[in-house]
Nanobody, 126 residues
């Protein structure tokens, strides 16, 4: 089993920044993709960003391109999401997810990911 623990969420004013972290522990895999999803109140969970095993390829939802940056540190089994220029519409619970045994980023669908964290709340005030 894999445990994912997100941290770094909180309350921030519009235009501000937050950095989310997600640490993986437990069962290990030779390689895996990591991603971030979010779910706003009353809405379905949606893809935010994903990063390949090497970190050389990253993918973003159109709504966050140019504002969010995903990165990873494989030595620490940790993925990060730097969020800048935050908007009230970014308010959501943010989840990290792992797709094991894959090097390249799969299609941006939650069904592609096998393990999920409990989520961390991000609230952006106007």
């Amino acid at each position: 089993q894999v445990q994912l623990v997100e941290s770094g969420g909180g309350l921030v004013q519009a235009g501000g920044s937050l950095r989310l972290s997600c640490a993986a522990s437990g069962r290990t895999f030779s390689f895996y993709v990591m991603g971030w999803f979010r779910q706003a109140p009353g809405k379905e969970r949606e893809f935010v960003a994903a990063i390949s095993w090497s970190g050389g390829s990253t993918y973003y939802a159109d709504s966050v391109k140019g504002r969010f940056t995903i990165s990873r540190d494989n030595a620490k089994n940790t993925v990060y999401l730097q969020m800048n220029s935050l908007k009230p519409e970014d308010t959501a619970v943010y989840y990290c997810a792992v797709r094991p045994n894959r090097r390249t980023v799969p299609p941006p669908h939650q069904e592609e990911y096998e393990y999920w964290g409990q989520g961390t709340q991000v609230t952006v005030s106007s």
